[in-house]
Every structure is written in structure tokens, then in C-alpha cells.
T-cell receptor
Framework: GAGVSQTPSNKVTEKGKYVELRCDPI?????LYWYRQSLGQGPEFLIY????????DSGLPNDRFFAVRPEGSVSTLKIQRTERGDSAVYLC????????????FGPGTRLTVL | AQSVTQPDIHITVSEGASLELRCNYS??????LFWYVQSPGQGLQLLLK??????LVQGIKGFEAEFKRSQSSFNLRKPSVHWSDAAEYFC????????????FGQGTELSVKP
């Protein structure tokens, strides 16, 4: 079966622009997570969805970051007024259930803000 | 606050030698512990996880890890390293009451000498 997919794989944008990053979870997985991985660091939690609702968005750094999952499957991470500090790899993971269930990670989207 | 420490940023071992990667965590309740591996251009892959029960857990690719509550540690081991094990290794902690949010360590980069 297909794993978690993320598009685009690479995104280069200019400071101040708006970007959208897409995540397609494994079919049937109700839990979906976004993480951000800066160079030389481990992934950092951003937000997690259980179904369509954001169950925990405590990791979003500020109000420029927003994520949706309108139909409980595909999710989009949206970043407004991008800054150079937003440059990182954005990882998406999905799980069959929330909680302690294994999270399956996608390959990530590398975002570069010039 | 939860935290994970991987004291070794980079380790080099000879092929065929044994390996131990260190992980220490800080968490008030019983943690759920994970080891993930990340190869260049690849997504994070779960090696093993500990939820409860036997403190020595077996994973894929010949890896094992031992949970030691008294030392707040969850070290990863492999008796004989293969060149294909060269990658970045991440330890992570989660909790059921956190909705599956994972806190990752900084990672340990493993190099394998022929």
C-alpha cells in the first residue's frame, strides 16, 4: 500500500510570500501530525489532527502558521508572510489511531525562504 | 517539561562492531519511547517502540533497546553494524495523554567505517 506522501518535495519562495504544503496520509489513518525539522535538529511537533479537527495545535510557532484537514484525509499546512527562519523540512505523519499508535512519516517538504 | 537528550551528535564505528546509541528522557509519567532512523532523502522509519511490559524490546534490522526507568534511559543497541546502518537516529518520547505528540531528541549521526 502507499505510504504517506507530501507535495511538493521542494519549495523555494521569497520572503513575505504565502505557501501551502500538502500531506496525503495513509488511507484509513485518522490521526495526522505535522512536524518541522530544522538543519541538524530533531523533528519538532507543530499540530495534530484527529479526524477533521485540530486536537492539539500547541506547536504552531505563531499565527502565520495554519493547517486544515477538511475531509479528515488530506491536510494542508499554510504559512503566511514567510520568513527566512521558516526554512526547514516539514514532515507529515499519520497513524491509525491517536495516542501511542505508530506514526508513519512522509519524506517531507523542504521549504527554502530566500 | 518533556525532553529527550541524545548526548552523542556523531558516532563512527567499524563495520561488524557493536553499537550503542544513548538516549535519556525527562518525563513525569510513564513514557512511551521510540527509536526512528532517517536515511538521506528518506522519511523517518520506526525501528522499535516501548509502551509497557518487557523492558528489552526488539526491533527491525537487528536493533534492540532497553528501557531503564531508574536511569531514565532508552539506549539503542546492535551487536554487529552493517555499512547500510549509516544514517541519523532519533529517540522520541510520547504519552497517551498527549494525543500521540512526539518529542524528539537532536539525533545521532552514525557513520560506518569499512
Amino acid at each position: 500500500g502507499a505510504g504517506v506522501s507530501q507535495t511538493p518535495s521542494n519549495k523555494v519562495t521569497e520572503k513575505g510570500k504565502y505557501v501551502e504544503l500538502r500531506c496525503d496520509p495513509i488511507s484509513g489513518h485518522t490521526a495526522l501530525y505535522w512536524y518541522r525539522q530544522s538543519l541538524g535538529q530533531g523533528p519538532e511537533f507543530l499540530i495534530y489532527f484527529q479526524g477533521t479537527g485540530a486536537a492539539d495545535d500547541s506547536g504552531l510557532p505563531n499565527d502565520r502558521f495554519f493547517a486544515v484537514r477538511p475531509e479528515g484525509s488530506v491536510s494542508t499546512l499554510k504559512i503566511q508572510r514567510t520568513e527566512r527562519g521558516d526554512s526547514a523540512v516539514y514532515l507529515c505523519a499519520s497513524g491509525l489511531l491517536e495516542g501511542t499508535d505508530t506514526q508513519y512519516f512522509g519524506p517531507g517538504t523542504r521549504l527554502t525562504v530566500l | 517539561a518533556q525532553s529527550v537528550t541524545q548526548p552523542d551528535i556523531h558516532i563512527t564505528v567499524s563495520e561488524g562492531a557493536s553499537l550503542e546509541l544513548r538516549c535519556n528522557y525527562s518525563y513525569g509519567a510513564t513514557p512511551y519511547l521510540f527509536w526512528y532512523v532517517q536515511s538521506p532523502g528518506q522519511g523517518l522509519q520506526l525501528l522499535l517502540k516501548y509502551f509497557s511490559g518487557d523492558t528489552l524490546v526488539q526491533g527491525i534490522k537487528g536493533f534492540e533497546a532497553e528501557f531503564k526507568r531508574s536511569q531514565s534511559s532508552f539506549n539503542l543497541r546492535k551487536p554487529s553494524v552493517h555499512w547500510s546502518d549509516a544514517a541519523e537516529y532519533f529517540c522520541a518520547v510520547g504519552a497517551n495523554n498527549q494525543g500521540g505528540k512526539l518529542i524528539f531528541g537532536q539525533g545521532t549521526e552514525l557513520s560506518v567505517k569499512p
